[in-house]
């Protein structure tokens, strides 16, 4: 079993729907990261969580530490945030990265 | 260009043969991590620099794989002796506090033939 386990694998949405993707993790953190990765490999942070939530743009990433759970939002999505996003959890000097969440917005 | 920068982009080898990629990580930043990606899975760890100390080292890594960083700067991943289950893409990434936001390279995309 993966420390880290994200859902759905994938998604596919149209142009202006609201999206989550999860993340569910069975370690003890210190944070969580939210990756967005685009073809040809390049990773991008978008966030790090420890507690709470936090929003930039039309992206918001909260977490539930209790529950070892994160989620993703994007609203009014678009075509250009098609890509893979990871979730990664943060134990010690260890990333734990789910295996990622291949999004797709139709126009 | 300050972000983290690896070379090269592409690799291609033949089985057997020893190849070295090379990571330059956000200067300020002293966490340097490599990990190796394949079709369709996040990324694994294969180890971590605090500075110029290898701290930690994924026992995915066999003796065929050792990564150096010289000074605490740039970082070095050689594999010997390759085989063709290592054709991935490796990935460096810096931060600069445990657990801080990531920083990653474009990686190198290894093709092991």
């Known amino acids: 079993k993966n420390e880290v386990e994200q859902s759905p694998q994938n998604l596919t949405a149209q142009e202006g729907e609201f999206i989550t993707i999860n993340c569910s993790y069975s370690?003890?953190?210190?944070?969580l990261h939210w990756l967005q990765q685009h073809p040809g490999g390049g990773i991008v942070s978008l966030f790090m969580?420890?507690?709470g939530k936090k929003k930039h743009g039309r992206l918001i990433a909260t977490i539930n530490i209790q529950e070892k759970h994160s989620s993703l939002h994007i609203t009014a999505s678009h075509p250009r945030d098609s890509a893979v996003y990871i979730c990664a959890a943060v134990t010690g000097n260890q990333f734990y990265f789910g295996t990622g969440t291949s999004l797709t917005v139709i126009p | 260009d300050t972000g983290v920068s690896q070379n090269p982009r592409h690799k291609i080898t033949k089985r057997g043969q020893n190849v070295t990629f090379r990571c330059d990580p956000i200067s300020e930043h002293n966490r340097l991590y490599w990990y190796r990606q394949t079709l369709g899975q996040g990324p694994e760890f294969l180890t971590y620099f605090q500075n110029e100390a290898q701290l930690e080292k994924s026992r995915l890594l066999s003796d065929r794989f050792s990564a150096e960083r010289p000074k605490g700067s740039f970082s070095t991943l050689e594999i010997q002796r390759t085989e063709q289950g290592d054709s991935a893409m490796y990935l460096c990434?810096?931060?600069?506090?445990?657990?801080?936001?990531?920083?990653f390279g474009s990686g190198t995309q290894l093709s092991v033939l």
């Open positions: 969580l420890s507690s």
């Open positions: 990434a810096s931060s600069l506090l445990i657990g801080e936001k990531l920083f």
């Open positions: 370690v003890g953190i210190s944070a």
